[in-house]
């Protein structure tokens, strides 16, 4: 079955530390793939998405994310992190444009000073 | 460019009262969602329209749950009648034509059954 997996309910970090959120992914092809971060409270925002082509996609708020097929892996990364990054972390993925848009369970980041 | 629209933001409603959400999607978008997501789980599927047809609805429960998008553009969920496990955020969501572009959500309606 398709489905996407993060493993890490809850990561916490230092303030200017860097960050690596995982996600794996379970699909025949090569999926849509998408990060949204949730602040409380707000709606998802798209952080980056990949579809095909360069398999390091870069996002906004500096976020960074690898496509790596033979690990069926999606980790967001950031190299330095900030207090207003925390927040709850979603993987999604898709097997195709019209599919339907599967979410892992997040990770809730907390960031301390 | 306006983003999606919701409302209500907050409803409270007894058991087995009805109760109807409304989203307006970014303009010009084709492709609208509805999501429910439950406290501390990431967002579910309910409903996927493409323009005012339905796409996937394999996880609206049907006996309760009803979603409409009349002419295309924006869209109604309902739930009749409530029972306390609805208690969630709806979170509607579109996308220009399916996912190429990603999916931009609303801020969701918090809906408490009591």
């Known amino acids: 079955a398709q489905s996407v997996t993060q493993p890490d309910i809850h990561i916490t970090v230092s303030e200017g530390a860097s960050l690596e959120l995982r996600c794996n992914y379970s699909?025949?092809?090569?999926?849509?793939l998408f990060w949204y971060v949730q602040s409380p409270g707000q709606g998802l925002q798209l952080l980056l998405k990949?579809?095909?082509?360069?398999?390091l996609v870069q996002g906004i708020k500096g976020f960074e994310a690898e496509f790596k097929r033979s690990q069926s892996s999606f980790n967001l990364r950031k190299p330095s992190v900030h207090w207003s990054d925390a927040a709850e972390y979603f993987c999604?993925?898709?097997?195709?444009?019209?599919?339907?848009?599967?979410f892992g369970a997040g990770t809730r980041l907390a960031v301390h000073p | 460019e306006a983003g999606v629209a919701q409302s209500p933001r907050y409803k409270i409603i007894e058991k087995r009262q009805s109760v109807a959400f409304w989203c307006n999607p970014i303009?010009?978008?084709?492709?609208l969602y509805w999501y429910q997501q439950i406290l501390g789980q990431g967002p579910k599927l309910l409903i996927q329209?493409?323009?005012?047809?339905?796409?996937?609805d394999s996880q609206l429960p049907k006996d309760r749950f009803s979603a409409e998008r009349l002419k295309g553009v924006d869209s109604t969920l309902k739930i009749q009648p409530a029972k306390l496990e609805d208690s969630a955020v709806y979170l509607c969501?579109?996308?220009?034509?399916?996912?190429?572009?990603?999916?931009?959500f609303g801020q969701g309606t918090r809906l408490t059954v009591v």
């Open positions: 329209f493409q323009n005012n047809g339905v796409v996937d």
């Open positions: 999604a993925g898709s097997s195709g444009g019209y599919n339907k848009l599967i």
């Open positions: 969501a579109s996308s220009l034509a399916g996912l190429s572009n990603g999916a931009f």
């Open positions: 699909y025949g092809a090569t999926p849509y």
């Open positions: 990949y579809f095909s082509g360069d398999t």
């Open positions: 303009s010009g978008h084709a492709t």
